[in-house]
């Protein structure tokens, strides 16, 4: 089975820092990497997804960057804020394999 | 508006019974899905279908049974053969195959269901 390595499991940011979550993937064949945001009780949204043909992408304060000789990409939270906080699911990927989830916390 | 609506929001049953989550989608996506949410495991894919009377297993597809008749309703029975059905389950949908970067999943708000 393919496997998507996500890590922290758990990060506390102050609010208007940075947060950082990283993954790594395995298949070089993946040709699809998206990061979905999932609230408690809600079911997950997708927030911002990239190609490997590109480094780096950035929505607002959102940006994943993508290191394809490493096989990993990561989601950098600019000026974190507590309506941040949630889990956030990287995947990649034919039929989406997800990583096992971080659960972000902005402290007021 | 558009989506997935998945009912009820939680469900509890006595082990050994088989249970219904039911899932509708008004998005017009031809493909369904449904994972499995367990608490430091991520999402987990039971079942997946691409279109109306076609579907496939997914990872964890044992103690499971889904069924495709409408584009809009892709049903999952969790049988008593599940040996740990007690998970939050989240049904998705999307345009097309995944792996297209214009064709994300939309999710549902889930089903918590309660095995005692």
């Known amino acids: 089975q393919q496997q998507v390595k996500q890590s922290p499991q758990s990060l506390i940011v102050q609010k208007g820092g940075i947060s950082i979550i990283n993954c790594a993937y395995e298949?070089?064949?993946?040709?699809?990497f998206p990061w979905y945001q999932q609230f408690p009780g809600k079911g997950p949204a997708l927030l911002i997804a990239i190609r490997p043909d590109v480094s780096e992408k950035k929505e607002g304060r959102f940006t994943i960057s993508f290191n394809k000789s490493a096989k990993q990409f990561s989601l950098h939270i600019m000026d974190s804020q507590p309506g941040d906080s949630a889990t956030y699911f990287c995947?990649?990927?034919?039929?989406?394999?997800f990583g096992s989830g971080t659960q972000l916390t902005v402290l007021p | 508006d558009g989506g997935i609506t998945q009912s009820p929001k939680y469900l509890f049953r006595k082990e050994g019974q088989n249970v219904t989550l039911s899932c509708e989608q008004n998005l017009n996506h031809d493909a369904m899905y449904w994972y499995r949410q367990d608490p430091g495991q991520g999402l987990r894919l039971i079942y997946y279908s691409q279109i109306v009377n076609d579907f496939q297993k997914g990872d964890i597809a044992e103690g499971y049974s889904v069924s495709r008749e409408k584009k809009e309703s892709f049903p999952l029975t969790v049988t008593s053969a599940q040996k740990n059905p007690t998970a939050f389950y989240l049904c998705?949908?999307?345009?097309?195959?995944?792996?297209?970067?214009?064709?994300?999943?939309?999710f549902g708000n889930g089903t918590r269901l309660t095995v005692t």
């Open positions: 998705a949908s999307s345009i097309g195959l995944v792996t297209a970067y214009n064709s994300p999943l939309h």
């Open positions: 298949n070089t064949a993946f040709d699809y």
């Open positions: 995947a990649g990927g034919r039929q989406l394999t």
